[in-house]
């Protein structure tokens, strides 16, 4: 019920802009004049949220485990991907500013255009992240029922050399793409333009470390479901997790980030060729990571599947 309560905000928000109320949308925003971007973009966001609404429908209904397991998959997979940062980054923004932090510079102030009032900011948001803990707290009970122990793993079992291969590469690209964002996250400014130097604050750090985060959790819990290395006591549960979260984070926002910069309008208007190198890395690292998780899961369920004909040819009577 919270996830589907938490989705009312935005969807009412959006649906006022797409009818074209001014509600939230301060005076000199882009959004008085939206193009075609803005209300395709709009359209498929108000899908995307009511998609939250199937999703939690399906993680609590005994209908929900005769769902094809791929059409589970797919949405959670890009729900996790696009909530995770703002379910982290933003009680990240609010906490330092608890602190005391200065979270805003006159020199930001001096370039920033005006896009929407700040209470959507803390509506939507807060919004997100109760969507994000409930659909959480949703999936992994239901993952447990549904798919049993071939989630866990066997720790030391060696994904094939190949699958090892591609791990490497997750963690290759998921180091680079998490060092550069460290870099720009702590004032460094190549790569970046006088407006996103000009822009960057203390929130923008915050965002940078989450996507740096993200990258590289994606190439270590890669590497770690290739090696069959365990975390503790809870088997490959939390390199799966680990995997599974960030590859889902950085492909989500990478392609995210490329739509944004494609249109022009949003942040991403006048991304430089190292924003784009930094986002297409950010994509590369979530697919490879995809493909490890995929390999993973596929040998558990391989292995299940052989353990059953074994159990029903020694049943059968000689």
């Known amino acids: 019920m919270a996830a589907l309560v938490a989705t009312v905000p935005y969807l009412v928000l959006k649906a006022a802009w797409l009818g074209g109320s001014r509600i939230g949308i301060p005076e000199g925003s882009v959004l008085l004049d939206p193009g075609p971007f803005f209300v395709v973009a709009n359209s498929v966001t108000v899908a995307m949220d009511a998609c939250v609404i199937v999703l939690a429908l399906v993680l609590t209904r005994p209908w929900g485990l005769r769902v094809p397991g791929w059409s589970l998959i797919v949405p959670a997979f890009v729900a996790t991907g696009l909530l995770t940062p703002i379910l982290t980054g933003y009680p990240g923004q609010l906490l330092i500013r608890a602190l005391g932090v200065e979270t805003d510079t006159a020199a930001a102030r001096a370039v920033r255009k005006p896009f929407l009032e700040p209470w959507v900011f803390d509506l939507v948001y807060g919004g997100f992240i109760v969507q994000g803990l409930a ?158 998780i995929t390999r993973f899961l596929m040998a558990h369920r391989i292995a299940d599947l052989m353990a059953h004909r074994m159990a029903r040819r020694a049943d059968r009577p000689m």
């Open 135 to 292: 659909l959480a707290g949703l999936f992994v009970p239901y993952a447990r029922q549904r798919w049993g122990h071939r989630w866990q793993g066997v720790p030391g079992q060696r994904l094939p050399s190949p699958t090892g291969v591609v791990a490497g590469a997750a963690a290759v690209a998921g180091l680079v793409v998490g060092a550069t964002y460290l870099y720009w996250g702590f004032g460094g400014s190549a790569g970046l333009s006088a407006l996103q130097r000009a822009e960057r604050t203390a929130d923008w750090t915050v965002v940078s470390v989450i996507h740096a985060a993200c990258a590289l959790g994606a190439g270590l819990g890669a590497v770690s479901l290739a090696r069959g290395r365990s975390w503790g006591r809870g088997g490959m549960r939390w390199p799966l997790a680990v995997a599974w979260t960030g590859s889902a984070a950085a492909l989500s926002w990478g392609a995210w980030l490329a739509i944004a910069a494609l249109g022009g309008e949003f942040e991403g208007a006048g991304a430089t060729s190292s924003n784009w190198l930094t986002y297409a890395g950010q994509m590369i690292t979530g697919l490879l990571g995809v493909a490890v």
